[in-house]
């Protein structure tokens, strides 16, 4: 996932993961190597200002402080000085910003070459008045040969989940992974409420009265595989991108399954805890499963249905139709005169 970003093939980088496992320090490794190795702008966007200040505090300022190769390039922040400060970083041949992307004014007067966007479904949906703010960002990055756009998150809802959008564009790879029974390559997921069953047909295997008893069952020999032999699976995995037809963007799933930092039975006991609360599933399907959920509710119009809904209606009769709730104005300004539109 560290080489994709600096690989010259790639302008784009997207994580579509759950939580935990490690996708902000990727990010910060990153940033490392580039003020070390390829000095040059960078921007780093956190949902809110306050985010990007608590970030800088906690995770960037002991980074510099604890790296040698970086301790004498970056100065610690001091309140006199215009230099450094908790939101700017110089060093020599580049800076480092930090920003909110709840703040427009952090995505002025910069040109960037590395750009990286930690968290995009947290961001509100306009940055201000100016528009989205993933556009925003990205903008700053277009007249730069050589630019890199990182964008991480754990998804929230299909359909307007921006990390799934961005997933939706890339090479869609995945970390196959080999039974330790019969040597097959396949991807971990949890089971039949996965997004991705059309790639992989094992599954998690636990007891409700003790979730604690688990295995993951492989696809090919329907052996159980416990968690004990789970670190050797990863250590022998890799990644295959499902879609490479597509050039330059790569993209990464990864779910709590793979993760180091969590085990089959928490995840199994978390499942069971959620499973009959609407609102506790939802939070179990993105930050466990790493994946988009779908609201019952929800639906799609196509073009060509909306389109065959539209009547003509002369708005200076000053007649509203019947059943009509709300009315809304656009007004165009052109030189020389207000085009009005009403609907």
Not at 190 to 204: I, V
Not at 241 to 255: R, S
Request: with cysteine.
């Amino acid at each position: 996932m560290m080489d994709a970003i600096t690989d010259p093939s790639n302008h784009t980088v997207v994580f579509y993961t759950s939580a935990r496992v490690g996708k902000t320090s990727i990010i910060e490794n990153a940033i490392g190597y580039f003020i070390e190795a390829e000095p040059c702008p960078i921007l780093v966007v956190q949902p809110t200002e306050q985010d990007a200040m608590d970030w800088s505090k906690d995770s960037l300022t002991p980074m510099f402080r604890d790296t040698p190769s970086l301790t004498d390039r970056v100065t610690e922040a001091k309140a006199k000085s215009g230099d450094n400060t908790i939101l700017h970083k110089k060093f020599p041949g580049g800076y480092l910003k930090a920003v909110g992307a709840n703040s427009p004014r952090g995505f002025r007067r910069v040109t960037i070459r590395a750009l990286f966007m930690d968290e995009v479904d947290g961001y509100p949906v306009s940055a201000g008045p100016e528009g989205d703010p993933v556009e925003l960002a990205k903008k700053r990055t277009s007249t730069v040969w050589n630019s890199i756009t990182v964008l991480t998150s754990t998804p929230t809802v299909k359909g307007i989940s921006r990390i799934e959008f961005e997933w939706d564009r890339s090479d869609k790879r995945h970390y196959f992974v080999p039974c330790p029974k019969c040597g097959h390559f396949q991807i971990l997921i949890f089971g039949p409420r996965s997004q991705f069953t059309e790639l992989a047909k094992g599954y998690l295997k636990f007891d409700e009265k003790d979730p604690s008893e688990v295995v993951y069952v492989c696809e090919s020999c329907h052996e159980g595989i416990r968690e004990s032999e789970k670190y050797r699976m990863i250590a022998r995995g890799e990644w295959r991108a499902t879609a490479p037809e597509v050039k330059g963007t790569a993209g990464f799933h990864l779910n709590e399954l793979y993760s180091t930092f969590s085990s089959w039975g928490k995840i199994a006991s978390d499942f069971l805890k959620a499973k009959n609360d609407r609102e506790k599933l939802r939070t179990f399907i993105n930050t466990s499963l790493g994946e988009s959920f779908e609201l019952e509710e929800s639906y799609t119009v196509s073009n060509e249905l909306l389109g065959a809904r539209i009547e003509r209606w002369d708005p200076y009769k000053g007649e509203i139709p019947e059943g009509v709730l709300v009315l809304t104005s656009a007004v165009d300004v052109q030189k020389d005169r207000l085009e009005v539109q009403v609907d």
